[in-house]
């Protein structure tokens, strides 16, 4: 299984408009992927509700994982996202 630890780089963290980017982003991939909190359970990735349930704030570390093929390219854009806080998925890595 591919992982990314990464730490939300968004300030308000993922709520509302940040969770929304990110969830489309997670979508995009094409990649079956989770989204948890460093000591919590995982979640779907490309679920909105799910996203916000996780309630994490700025800078906590999230864990982001998925068994696909490609999972590794799809991980680490949606970790560069996240750790920057970028408005939209990154075409490159």
């Known amino acids: 299984m591919a ?6 780089g968004w300030a308000e963290g993922l709520h509302a408009r940040p969770a929304s980017i990110f969830v489309r982003a997670a979508t995009a991939s094409g ?4 989204i948890a909190k460093s000591d919590g359970t995982p979640v779907n990735a490309a679920s909105m509700l799910a996203v916000l349930g996780l ?11 998925s068994e696909a093929d490609g999972a ?13 806080g970028l408005e939209e998925l990154p075409e490159t890595v």
Not at 31 to 34: A, F, S, W
Not at 72 to 78: K, M, Q
């Open 55 to 65: 309630g994490a704030q700025g800078g906590e570390e999230i864990v982001l994982a």
């Open 72 to 84: 590794d390219i799809a991980l680490d854009r949606l970790a560069k996202l996240v750790a920057e």
């Open 3 to 8: 992982e990314r630890r990464v730490n939300v």
């Open 31 to 34: 990649v079956p992927v989770t």
